[in-house]
Nanobody
């Protein structure tokens, strides 16, 4: 069973940056896919970025391409979401989640393990 612990959310002005962290444990870390999702009040959950740990392949939502990256630190079993040039529309609760494969991203239906979420608020 995968355990995911997120950190790094907060409040920032538009144009600023934040880095979220997702520390994974209790799993064969190299054999999983980890994704970042977000959900704003009244909106559906959105897949933001995903990485397949073994090969390092990454995918991004169109809304964040060029602004967000999803680096990883294998030694720390941690995946990050580096968010630059933040916009007010990026305001949401951000979750990391794990799955055996990345096939269901950006929907997230096969992501069975979820972190507790961390709030990101971007003011204009």
């Amino acid at each position: 069973q995968v355990q995911l612990v997120e950190s790094g959310g907060g409040s920032v002005q538009a144009g600023g940056s934040l880095r979220l962290s997702c520390a994974a444990s209790r799993y064969t870390y190299s054999s999983i896919c980890i994704g970042w999702f977000r959900q704003a009040p009244g909106k559906e959950r959105e897949g933001v970025a995903v990485i397949y740990i073994r090969g390092g392949s990454t995918y991004y939502a169109d809304s964040v391409t060029g602004r967000f990256t999803i680096p990883q630190d294998n030694a720390k079993k941690t995946v990050y979401l580096q968010m630059n040039s933040l916009k007010p529309e990026d305001t949401a609760m951000y979750y990391c989640a794990a799955a055996r494969t990345c096939g269901s991203w950006p929907d997230g239906a096969d992501f069975g393990y979820w972190g507790q979420g961390t709030q990101v608020t971007v003011s204009s």
